[in-house]
């Protein structure tokens, strides 16, 4: 059963823009952090951003100032605004979602293909 669904990903060119969206299943409740995770052939995958139930963000060092993450509490959603994209930007980027008190992601998206070229 798929519980969060990603969109928004696609083929921009370098200095470009996207935006990522994500939506928990009604099914989810006590939603609390929520996350964007990504994945590049032949690296580890790293957090790029997360934000609190309260809206305080963090960011991975290489996407900081260019990235904004967002979220909308009554919808259980999350949005990934990405700007001045650069290639080594590329990779499958991943919803994930803690519930109540959790220090684990316990959910994950299918993930959303973004593709930067040069």
């Known amino acids: 059963q798929v519980q969060l669904v990603e969109s928004g990903g696609g083929l921009v060119q370098a200095g470009g823009s996207l935006r990522l969206s994500c939506t928990a299943s009604?099914?989810?409740?006590?939603?609390?952090?929520m996350g964007w995770y990504r994945q590049a052939p032949g690296k580890q995958r790293e957090m790029v951003a997360s934000?609190?139930?309260?809206?305080?963000?963090n960011y991975a060092a290489s996407v900081k100032g260019r990235f904004s993450i967002s979220r909308d509490n009554a919808k259980n959603k999350v949005l990934l605004q990405m700007n001045s994209l650069k290639p080594d930007d590329t990779g499958v980027y991943y919803c994930?979602?803690?519930?109540?008190?959790?220090?684990?992601?316990?959910?994950w998206g299918q993930g959303t293909q973004v593709t930067v070229s040069s």
């Open positions: 994930t979602a803690k519930i109540g008190n959790g220090e684990d992601w316990v959910y």
């Open positions: 009604r099914t989810i409740f006590n939603i609390n952090d």
């Open positions: 934000i609190t139930r309260g809206g305080s963000t």
